[in-house]
């Protein structure tokens, strides 16, 4: 069984900084696209930023400039480095990734239990 364990959430002030990380364990034999999603209380979950195996990346516009998502395939992690933070940041955030588990069996999409992240003064 595959599992997303996120790691890295806190309470920051505006302006500051948070690194997330996500690792994923189990029975792996590649993963494809990483994702991170947030939600905010009372609203709709979000999706924040892609990274896809070969690097390349998509952010929402709310966070572009702000947000960089990276990963490292060897360790089966993906991270997302927050900067500039604003209140309106604050949310759940959680990891999603598509993994095959063996060579022939299916995609599949796996969710974390999500991190919390509050931006406040």
């Known amino acids: 069984q595959v599992q997303l364990v996120e790691s890295g959430g806190g309470l920051v002030q505006p302006g500051g900084s948070l690194r997330l990380s996500c690792a994923a364990s189990?029975?792996?034999?590649?993963?494809?696209?990483m994702r991170w999603y947030r939600q905010a209380p009372g609203k709709q979950r979000e999706l924040v930023a892609t990274?896809?195996?070969?690097?390349?990346?998509n952010y929402a516009d709310s966070v572009k400039g702000r947000f960089t998502i990276s990963r490292d395939n060897a360790k089966s992690a993906v991270y997302l480095q927050m900067n500039s933070l604003k209140p309106e940041d604050t949310a759940v955030y959680y990891c999603?990734?598509?993994?095959?588990?063996?060579?022939?069996?299916?995609?599949?999409?796996?969710w974390g239990q999500g991190t919390q992240v509050t931006v406040s003064s």
């Open positions: 999603n990734a598509d993994i095959r588990e063996t060579i022939n069996g299916r995609l599949l999409n796996y």
């Open positions: 189990g029975s792996i034999f590649r993963i494809y696209t």
């Open positions: 990274i896809a195996r070969d690097g390349s990346t």
